[in-house]
Antibody, heavy 120, light 110 residues
Framework: QVQLQQSGPGLVKPSQTLSLTCAIS??????????WHWIRQSPSRGLEWLGR?????????DYAVSVKSRIIINPDTSKNQFSLQLNSVTPEDTAVYYC??????????WGQGTLVTVSS | QSALTQPASVSGSPGQSITISCTGT?????????VSWYQQHPGKAPKFMIY???KRPSGLSNRFSGSKSGNTASLTISGLQAEDEADYYC??????????FGGGTKLTVL
């Protein structure tokens, strides 16, 4: 059974960097058949896909246009996890952030969600 | 990319069937048979319900079914039960390695 456990701070100051980690159990971040995504949810934006990382003989990343200049998603094979880094945050980045496993162009396993508030 | 369009709310009585629509464009829903659906109860993470328009994950009730016509995908729930009351979201692959979600539909079981 795949489980995704998220960790990271719930409060970030404006202009600083939001950092979250998603620890994977029951699968490998280096799997050749799935991808690892970050998705966020807010009342104003609804569910919003942010980006993904995946391994197919080498590592690839894809990012949403809306955050492309500010986002980095990194795998950590030593800890079997992946991370989200979102730079220069504003209050509009306040949301519940989810990590999820991508399977056949859907998301079959989700983390528990982390409410991140951007406020001074 | 704009969010896919879903009705804000739908309702039905126990035992009835309801359908939730998800309208996109020829760049997303209309171009790919890669629509997925999610159920979300308050305070919980979304749950994977349908993928590739009409496929159900292992173990999911066959009361849930998906379809697509042109730029509109649909989720049908038959034999409504009280526990089906939740928010439902569609999602479509939108090309160029990007995905787009619907705005969500609140299902009320009367």
């Amino acid at each position: 059974q795949v489980q995704l456990q998220q960790s990271g701070p719930g409060l970030v100051k404006p202009s600083q960097t939001l950092s979250l980690t998603c620890a994977i159990s029951g699968d490998s971040v280096s799997s050749n058949s799935v991808a690892w995504h970050w998705i966020r949810q807010s009342p104003s934006r609804g569910l919003e896909w942010l980006g993904r990382t995946y391994y197919r003989s080498k590592w690839y990343n894809d990012y949403a246009v809306s955050v492309k200049s500010r986002i980095i998603i990194n795998p950590d094979t030593s800890k079997n996890q992946f991370s989200l880094q979102l730079n220069s945050v504003t209050p509009e980045d306040t949301a519940v952030y989810y990590c999820a496993r991508g399977y056949n162009y859907g998301y079959d396993y989700w983390g528990q969600g982390t409410l991140v508030t951007v406020s001074s | 990319q704009s969010a896919l369009t879903q009705p804000a709310s739908v309702s039905g009585s126990p035992g009835q069937s309801i359908t939730i629509s998800c309208t996109g464009t020829s760049s997303d829903v209309g171009s790919y048979n890669l629509v997925s659906w999610y159920q979300q109860h308050p305070g919980k993470a979304p749950k994977f319900m349908i993928y590739e328009v009409s496929k159900r994950p292992s173990g999911l009730s066959n009361r849930f079914s998906g379809s697509k016509s042109g730029n509109t995908a649909s989720l049908t729930i038959s034999g409504l039960q009280a526990e089906d009351e939740a928010d439902y979201y569609c999602c479509s692959y939108a090309g160029s390695s990007t995905w787009v979600f619907g705005g969500g539909t609140k299902l009320t079981v009367l």
